[in-house]
Protein backbone atom coordinates (compact mmCIF):
# COMPACT_ATOMS: atom_id res chain seq x y z
CA UNK A 1 0.00 0.00 0.00
CA UNK A 2 1.51 3.17 -0.95
CA UNK A 3 1.35 6.09 1.26
CA UNK A 4 2.40 9.97 1.16
CA UNK A 5 2.01 12.07 4.18
CA UNK A 6 3.13 15.81 4.10
CA UNK A 7 3.75 17.92 6.55
CA UNK A 8 5.29 21.59 6.78
CA UNK A 9 2.81 24.31 5.74
CA UNK A 10 1.37 27.00 7.72
CA UNK A 11 1.11 30.76 7.66
CA UNK A 12 4.37 32.21 6.42
CA UNK A 13 4.67 36.42 5.55
CA UNK A 14 5.95 37.81 2.28
CA UNK A 15 9.38 36.92 1.53
CA UNK A 16 9.21 34.04 4.22
CA UNK A 17 10.41 30.64 3.89
CA UNK A 18 8.81 27.29 4.07
CA UNK A 19 9.69 23.20 3.83
CA UNK A 20 7.83 20.73 2.96
CA UNK A 21 7.88 17.30 3.84
CA UNK A 22 6.27 13.93 2.09
CA UNK A 23 6.85 10.67 3.80
CA UNK A 24 6.43 7.66 1.36
CA UNK A 25 5.41 4.21 2.71
CA UNK A 26 5.05 1.40 0.68
CA UNK A 27 7.39 2.93 -2.40
CA UNK A 28 10.87 3.74 -2.52
CA UNK A 29 11.42 7.53 -4.20
CA UNK A 30 14.94 6.30 -5.57
CA UNK A 31 12.48 4.14 -7.70
CA UNK A 32 9.77 6.44 -8.19
CA UNK A 33 10.02 10.09 -9.67
CA UNK A 34 7.90 12.33 -7.59
CA UNK A 35 6.34 15.91 -7.89
CA UNK A 36 5.24 18.88 -5.92
CA UNK A 37 1.03 20.14 -7.04
CA UNK A 38 -1.11 22.72 -5.58
CA UNK A 39 -4.70 23.74 -5.68
CA UNK A 40 -6.51 26.97 -4.89
CA UNK A 41 -10.09 27.25 -4.88
CA UNK A 42 -11.69 27.07 -8.17
CA UNK A 43 -8.17 26.22 -10.17
CA UNK A 44 -7.20 23.10 -12.00
CA UNK A 45 -4.21 21.44 -9.47
CA UNK A 46 -0.92 22.29 -11.59
CA UNK A 47 2.29 20.66 -10.82
CA UNK A 48 5.48 22.72 -9.23
CA UNK A 49 8.40 20.67 -9.04
CA UNK A 50 9.39 17.51 -10.13
CA UNK A 51 12.10 15.30 -9.55
CA UNK A 52 12.76 12.09 -11.50
CA UNK A 53 14.98 8.68 -10.48
CA UNK A 54 17.69 10.18 -11.71
CA UNK A 55 17.45 12.83 -9.46
CA UNK A 56 16.73 15.44 -12.14
CA UNK A 57 14.91 18.10 -10.99
CA UNK A 58 12.00 20.61 -13.15
CA UNK A 59 10.32 23.88 -12.32
CA UNK A 60 7.30 25.61 -13.22
CA UNK A 61 7.80 28.64 -14.30
CA UNK A 62 6.35 30.92 -11.20
CA UNK A 63 8.59 28.99 -8.87
CA UNK A 64 12.02 29.21 -10.34
CA UNK A 65 14.54 30.69 -8.21
CA UNK A 66 12.58 30.12 -5.55
CA UNK A 67 11.80 26.88 -4.65
CA UNK A 68 14.13 23.65 -4.73
CA UNK A 69 12.55 19.90 -4.68
CA UNK A 70 15.04 17.21 -3.11
CA UNK A 71 15.10 14.18 -1.44
CA UNK A 72 17.00 11.77 1.59
CA UNK A 73 17.06 8.37 0.76
CA UNK A 74 17.72 7.39 4.60
CA UNK A 75 14.26 8.95 5.09
CA UNK A 76 12.53 8.27 1.80
CA UNK A 77 11.06 11.38 2.26
CA UNK A 78 10.99 14.25 -0.76
CA UNK A 79 11.15 17.85 0.52
CA UNK A 80 9.88 21.13 -1.05
CA UNK A 81 12.01 23.93 0.42
CA UNK A 82 10.24 27.83 -1.11
CA UNK A 83 12.30 30.52 -0.47
CA UNK A 84 11.09 34.28 -1.27
CA UNK A 85 7.12 33.27 -0.73
CA UNK A 86 4.82 35.30 -2.34
CA UNK A 87 0.86 35.74 -1.79
CA UNK A 88 0.33 34.17 -5.27
CA UNK A 89 1.92 30.98 -4.08
CA UNK A 90 -1.00 30.18 -1.41
CA UNK A 91 -2.20 27.03 -2.19
CA UNK A 92 -2.91 23.37 -0.56
CA UNK A 93 -0.05 21.33 -1.63
CA UNK A 94 0.09 17.72 -2.39
CA UNK A 95 2.94 15.30 -2.93
CA UNK A 96 2.21 12.96 -5.96
CA UNK A 97 3.94 9.76 -7.36
CA UNK A 98 2.61 7.05 -9.75
CA UNK A 99 3.41 3.48 -10.76
CA UNK A 100 2.99 1.61 -14.15
CA UNK A 101 1.42 -1.81 -13.36
CA UNK A 102 -1.31 -3.45 -15.91
CA UNK A 103 -2.53 0.27 -15.77
CA UNK A 104 -1.00 3.38 -14.35
CA UNK A 105 -1.95 4.32 -10.69
CA UNK A 106 -1.39 7.90 -9.55
CA UNK A 107 -0.82 8.05 -5.64
CA UNK A 108 -1.58 11.56 -3.37
CA UNK A 109 -0.74 13.03 -0.07
CA UNK A 110 -3.25 14.62 1.64
CA UNK A 111 -2.12 17.82 1.32
CA UNK A 112 -0.81 20.50 3.03
CA UNK A 113 -1.86 24.31 3.09
CA UNK A 114 0.43 27.43 2.54
CA UNK A 115 -1.06 30.51 3.37
CA UNK A 116 1.19 33.44 2.64
CA UNK A 117 -0.05 36.46 4.10
CA UNK A 118 1.31 39.89 6.15
Known amino acids: QVQLVESGGGLVQPGGSLRLSCAAA????????MDWYRQVPGKQREVVAA???????NYTDSVKGRFTISGDSAKNTVYLQMNSLKPEDTAVYYC????????????WGQGTQVTVSS
Open 51 to 57: ITVLGST
Open 96 to 107: HTWIYGVVRNDY
Open 26 to 33: GIHFNSNA
